[in-house]
Antibody, heavy 118, light 109 residues
Framework: QVQLVQSGAEVKRPGASVKVSCQAS????????IHWVRQAPGQRVEWMGR????????QYSQKFQGRVTITRTTSASTAYMELSSLTSEDTAMYYC???????????WGQGTLVTVSS | QAVVTQEPSLTVSPGGAVTLTCGSS?????????PYWFQQKPGQAPRTLIS???NKQSWTPARFSGSLLGGKAALTLSGAQPEDEAEYYC?????????FGGGTKLTVL
């Protein structure tokens, strides 16, 4: 059974960085890309980027380019999303997602709430 | 970055049919955009309904279908149920990057 388990909620000051983890189980970690998606309260869903664990290839949304970094630790089957220079507009639920038998977003983590507040 | 557009809101009667659309600022949506459709209910993560234009997931009710229609991706719901009231998002592929639409709030009333 595929599972993605994310790290817990975070509270950060403006200007700080946050690093959210996503531990995968139930499949071979290097076989599927991990995507990161976020949703601010009452707002649309936003695609942030993805990592291909096979070759470390990453692709980022233009909106977050320069502020987001997605990495992985294969031995721990864990992907990470780090977002820097936080502002109150980065207060959101952050999700990781990966491929199943049907598509690239079949499995989702439980979400990590990041709150940016002074 | 491309802008993906959806109807902000739609209403359908129970048992009725409705089509949600997904357009791209770069031109017609094609199968090369690999359109996805997601359903999201309050407090939950999005859930994939359709991948790659027409492919249903195992959990997707048969009343949902995906297609390309008039230069847009389309999600058709035939025989709406009260539990279909939700936010629906489309997602398009642009040379590796993905962009979500703004979402359509579907009311079953």
């Amino acid at each position: 059974q595929v599972q993605l388990v994310q790290s817990g909620a975070e509270v950060k000051r403006p200007g700080a960085s946050v690093k959210v983890s996503c531990q995968a189980s139930g499949y071979i970690f290097t076989t599927h890309s991990i995507h990161w998606v976020r949703q601010a309260p009452g707002q649309r869903v936003e695609w942030m980027g993805r990592l291909n664990p096979v070759n470390d290839n990453t692709q980022y949304s233009q909106k977050f380019q320069g502020r987001v970094t997605i990495t992985r630790t294969t031995s721990a089957s864990t992907a990470y999303m780090e977002l820097s220079s936080l502002t109150s507009e980065d207060t959101a639920m952050y999700y990781c997602a990966t491929r199943g038998d049907y598509g690239d977003f079949d499995y989702w983590g439980q979400g990590t709430l990041v709150t940016v507040s002074s | 970055q491309a802008v993906v557009t959806q109807e902000p809101s739609l209403t359908v009667s129970p048992g009725g049919a409705v089509t949600l659309t997904c357009g791209s600022s770069t031109g017609p949506v094609t199968s090369g955009h690999y359109p996805y459709w997601f359903q999201q209910k309050p407090g939950q993560a999005p859930r994939t309904l359709i991948s790659d234009t027409t492919n249903k997931q195992s959990w997707t009710p048969a009343r949902f279908s995906g297609s390309l229609l008039g230069g847009k991706a389309a999600l058709t719901l035939s025989g709406a149920q009260p539990e279909d009231e939700a936010e629906y998002y489309c997602l398009l592929y642009y040379s590796g990057a993905r962009v979500f639409g703004g979402g359509t709030k579907l009311t079953v009333l």
